[in-house]
């Protein structure tokens, strides 16, 4: 069996995204969740005199922050259950028209892998 299921959220004020794909696969014993998320967050917007500015304008930036990569893997001993997340933090520009918007961006894609439930005592 799979199944996915795709949400598409954006705030109020157009200024916030916020994408999740899920996908629940299950195989034989073992069933694996996928989650995919992607936030984009305009930080802030400059409004040049003319779009022509724009190459000016990104010349004399301050070099930003390089982008941050996290992974992290958890196994749990108890269930033999294992997830492995991983997140991409960062940011670019977009020129549109003559405002220049600075867009923060989180990517981050996790994976829970639930084992065959091990039998009990009891059970033969």
Not at 4 to 13: C, F, Q, W
Not at 33 to 51: D, K
Request: hydrophobic content about 40%.
């Amino acid at each position: 069996m799979r199944e996915i299921l795709v949400r598409n959220l954006t705030s109020d004020d157009w200024l916030k995204r916020d994408c999740v794909v899920t996908e629940l696969m299950q195989q034989g014993d073992c069933a694996t969740r996928v989650v995919r998320r992607c936030t984009y967050r305009v930080e802030s917007q400059t409004v040049l005199p003319a779009t022509a500015d724009s190459i000016h304008w990104a010349q004399n930036l301050d070099p930003g922050a390089p982008r941050q990569v996290f992974v992290t893997k958890d196994l749990d001993p108890d269930t033999g259950g294992e997830r492995v997340v991983y997140k991409v933090l960062g940011h670019f520009y977009v020129v549109w028209g003559r405002t220049v918007f600075c867009v923060g961006y989180r990517h981050i894609l996790s994976m829970d892998i639930d084992a065959a439930e091990t039998l009990s005592d009891t059970e033969f």
